[in-house]
């Protein structure tokens, strides 16, 4: 009895040791050896009432087949139901001799057997004493059983929990997933796992599609379980999640396999709250990025506002440039390390290099915005008019970008493609078309972004960044950002460049009033001096002639001679003033000579014909092949043509034809005319009358005075400028010049040019 | 002796031009005004006329020179005047000469003499 009291307290120790978490068959197996001084044993099992009994384990791992004395694996329910374990009789061969008692539980069956050296009266105890022991271990199995199973709750529970916590307690999907596989491992036990997190948001925060723990390949899967279930929450699909279990064997018994139903459904429970707690940071990402992405636009709106501002305080466009360059460079701007500004010239279609920001080193960029960022509360715009104020252009980047051209052409490079598809670019290593060679070479920049300058459907530049210092990728927000920078400093350079032409064209207008003026003035004194000298020289003509016949006419010893010659040399020097005074007002007046208007006509036409080919003008003329030469200024004739062909083509700015035709008026009064008529479809009848008025203009970019000078020398060579207009069709200016004496008369003309005395001075 | 009609407004030039011409060798006759000046030419068909363009009132001096060409083509006209501009008038075109007015009257007896003698030579 003292021995199966003591085989009791043992089955009932290890029940409670099982509980601490040993595998309670593990013991059994030790209990059944040692303190039954069995030779050998065997347990068997049948996962599923009915089925085949299986060897799950047996001492020192050596196999003791089942007795075919055995009632058949199927009917061991209930065999052993009946009879709690009965005695085999002994095997013929090695003669042990066999007990077999059932274990039985709601999800096993287990068969022990017992063996014990054939021959020998080893049998420890009476069939009573082993059936009070089996109903024993049968009592303790259950027990340890459930006390192992409440066991592995409460743990799981604790690992439900730790993980919970440990997982909410993340605001980052690193951190989650650092959580989450040390979570894995160390409540779990997993050996090995991958998640992949298929969440669109997940791959916008930038994270691989799966993390596999440990780090590297993972272990074949060869000795260990695998478990999978998808990530859900609510419906939504948000990945996958393979674990893997160690199959710890001890003795053979793989013995996470009989606690796999619960273990599946504890892994369900744990991949369901991972699922949750993962739908709560994507949500929380989400909300993160949307308040990222208004953040991000506030900024940008910020930043196009306060560049505006800038550049709204100045017309000037080299002080633009520079600001705009600045803003891009600014570090609370777009923030890139380098920007350069290159303009195209339309006519030579070449990206000229204005202006290059960007320090030449990245110490001397933190020095510079760092000693503009210290003047606290100063705005961007501030910073920016700062920055142009104060930072001159001798940066070695800004000399080099200086002396850069670029060709804009079919098959250019990165850059003339830039300008010609009018769309920004990110050029980096292997970019089609490749950047140009200046830009890689002399600028170094290989990771560059370009946008074109665009304003008013025109292209007026490009400006290419770079992140030379900090190698800070240029992403395509950035490019975004940077396109719309430039838009706006396209608007920019557009005002900038319109002011300009206005500027420009109110200081013709106004140097052509301030030379009408001197001219009028000039010419009134001119008139003065002429008419004083007439009024005076008759008299000093007088005075000095006589006072020569006196001092011809008195005696070389008389006084009076002397006197008179005084008189007559005073006089002449009064003549030779004015002289000089009449020739400073005749000075302005048009000098006179025998002019071929036939000639004139073709110069002016051969100077003009790349500009009438350029506007799509065709050129017809009938020109009078015995025109008499006229009595003109040839540079003022020449001046008259080129403003009636100017004005005719003005009238016609998509193209037409100019007719060009001179005549001789026999008269009298004998003329020369000359007309020129465009196809331009004439002008209102309202119009017509102002047509010859300074300052009167219909053109955008005229100041009216084309026709007004054409008229004033037309006048002064005492000829007339008249006009016809034909509504609808075009308009005709003509031109008489008036020949001083009926052509028969004119005979002499070609003598008084050649005498050099006539004309010429 | 050859005879040149001079045609001034003013009285002292005339006589100035007279006494100049005369002891210069020439018959001098003067004319004031247009009329005077037209019906001399008609008369006396002089060698060669020295002609003012201003002359008071009158018709001037461009007129009466497209006058004196109308009756005789072939008399040689010097315009004399105080205005160094007339040249740019094409209507001295007609004329053979122009020489400004000066009190030294060298320029014009030079002028004068080279008129007739190539009047004579042709």
Redesign the interface.
């Known amino acids: 009895m003292t021995r199966l009291s003591t085989l009791i307290g043992n089955i009932l120790d290890t029940t409670r040791e099982a509980s601490g978490g040993v595998e309670i068959d593990t013991l059994l197996g030790d209990v059944l050896s040692e303190a039954l001084d069995a030779v050998g044993w065997a347990l068997y099992r049948s996962s599923s009432p009915g089925s085949p009994l299986e060897l799950i384990c047996s001492d020192r791992n050596r196999s003791i087949p089942y007795p075919a004395e055995l009632p058949p694996a199927g009917k061991t329910e209930a065999a052993v139901c009946g009879e709690p374990f009965f005695l085999l009789p002994p095997c013929p061969q090695d003669g042990p001799l066999h007990f077999v008692f059932p274990l039985s539980e709601d999800d096993l069956t287990a068969t022990y057997l017992l063996r014990y050296p054939a021959g020998t009266d080893a049998t420890p105890l009476d069939p009573g004493s082993l059936q009070t022991v089996a109903a024993a271990l049968f009592g303790a199995g259950r027990i340890g059983r459930m006390l192992h199973r409440k066991g592995v709750h409460c743990r799981g529970l604790e690992a439900l929990s730790t993980l919970s916590r440990r997982l909410s307690d993340t605001r980052s999907p690193s951190a989650f997933l650092e959580e989450l596989t040390a979570s894995l491992q160390d409540s779990l036990g997993a050996a090995a796992g991958r998640i992949r997190i298929t969440h669109p948001v997940w791959a916008g925060a930038g994270l691989p599609e799966f993390t596999a723990f440990p780090d590297g390949p993972l272990p074949p899967e060869h000795g260990l379980k695998a478990f999978e279930t998808a990530l859900r929450s609510e419906g939504e699909s948000l990945g996958t999640l393979s674990l893997w279990f160690p199959e710890r064997r001890l003795r053979g018994y793989p013995l996470h396999e009989r606690f796999l139903p619960d273990r599946a459904a504890f892994l369900e429970t744990i991949s369901g709250e991972i699922a949750l707690r993962l739908m709560h940071l994507i949500l929380q990402l989400q909300a993160e990025a949307l308040v990222e992405e208004r953040q991000k636009r506030l900024q940008e709106l910020w930043i196009l506002q306060e560049t505006n501002n800038a550049l709204r305080g100045t017309l000037k466009l080299n002080r633009i440039l520079k600001m705009i360059l600045a803003g891009a460079t600014a570090e609370t701007g777009l923030g890139f390390n380098r920007a350069a500004l290159f303009l195209l010239n339309e006519k030579t279609n070449l990206l000229q290099g204005m202006l290059g920001v960007g320090p030449d080193s990245a110490e001397e960029a933190d020095r510079i915005w760092k000693s503009l960022s210290s003047h606290s509360g100063l705005s961007l715009a501030r910073q920016i008019e700062l920055y142009a104020e104060t930072q001159p252009n001798v940066s070695r980047f800004d000399t080099l970008v200086k002396s850069i051209r670029i060709a804009v052409r079919p098959g250019g490079g990165a850059l003339s493609s830039c300008v010609r598809a009018r769309t920004a670019i990110r050029g980096g290593d292997g970019v089609l078309p490749a950047p140009e060679a200046e830009i890689t070479g002399k600028l170094s920049m290989n990771e560059f972004a370009a946008t074109p300058i665009v304003a008013r459907k025109q292209v007026f530049g490009l400006i290419v960044v770079d992140n030379l210092f900090d190698g800070k990728r240029i992403t395509d927000e950035d490019l975004r950002l940077l396109s719309m920078f430039a838009a706006q400093a396209g608007l920019a350079i557009a005002n900038a460049k319109e002011l300009r032409a206005h500027q420009r064209s109110a200081e013709e207008l106004q140097q052509a009033r301030d030379m009408l003026m001197q001219t009028e003035r000039l010419a009134v004194l001119g008139e003065i001096a002429a008419s004083l000298a007439h009024e005076i020289r008759n008299p000093l003509v007088t005075i000095g002639g006589f006072a020569r016949r006196l001092e011809k006419k008195l005696g070389p010893g008389d006084s009076g001679r002397k006197y008179a010659g005084i008189i007559a040399s005073e006089v002449q020097r009064l003549e030779e003033f004015l002289e000089e005074v009449l020739l400073f007002g005749r000075d302005r007046q048009p000098r006179l000579e025998p002019v071929q208007l036939n000639e004139v006509i073709h110069a002016v036409t051969r100077l003009l014909s790349a500009k009438f080919t350029e506007e799509s003008i065709a050129v017809d003329e009938d020109l009078s092949p015995s025109l008499p030469p006229v009595p003109a200024d040839a540079n003022q004739l020449h001046q008259v043509l080129i403003n009636l062909l100017s004005n005719a083509m003005e009238a016609m700015p998509g193209g037409g034809r100019i007719f060009i035709r001179t005549a001789l008026t026999e008269g009298p009064p004998a003329e020369v005319t000359l007309t020129v008529t465009d196809s331009g479809g004439g002008v209102e009848p309202e119009v017509l009358g102002n047509i010859f008025n300074p300052f009167f203009t219909t053109k955008s970019g005229g100041h009216g005075l084309g026709l007004a000078l054409t008229q004033r020398i037309v006048t002064a060579h005492s000829g007339r400028l008249s006009v016809k207009n034909h509504p609808g069709r075009g308009l005709t200016l003509g031109v008489a010049l008036p020949l001083p004496l009926e052509p028969g008369l004119l005979k002499n003309i070609e003598s008084v040019r050649k005498s050099g005395r006539g004309v010429q001075q | 002796m050859k005879t040149i009609l001079v045609i001034d407004d003013?009285e002292?030039?005339r006589r100035?031009y007279r006494?100049?011409l005369t002891e210069s060798g020439y018959s001098v006759r003067t004319a004031g005004n247009a009329e005077e000046a037209l019906a001399l030419v008609k008369e006396e068909r002089p060698d060669l006329v020295t002609l003012d363009i201003?002359l008071g009132n009158g018709p001037d001096g461009i007129d009466i020179l497209?006058n004196i060409?109308e009756i005789d083509?072939t008399i040689p006209v010097i315009i004399n005047t105080?205005?160094?501009?007339y040249?740019?008038?094409?209507?001295?075109?007609?004329?053979?000469?122009?020489v400004?007015?000066?009190?030294?009257?060298n320029e014009l007896k030079d002028r004068i003499a080279a008129l007739l003698e190539g009047r004579q030579g042709s």
């Open positions: 003013e002292n030039i100035l006494d100049e201003r497209r060409k083509n105080a205005y160094s501009e040249k740019q008038n094409f209507g001295v075109w007609a004329s053979e000469d122009y400004v007015k000066s009190s030294d009257m």
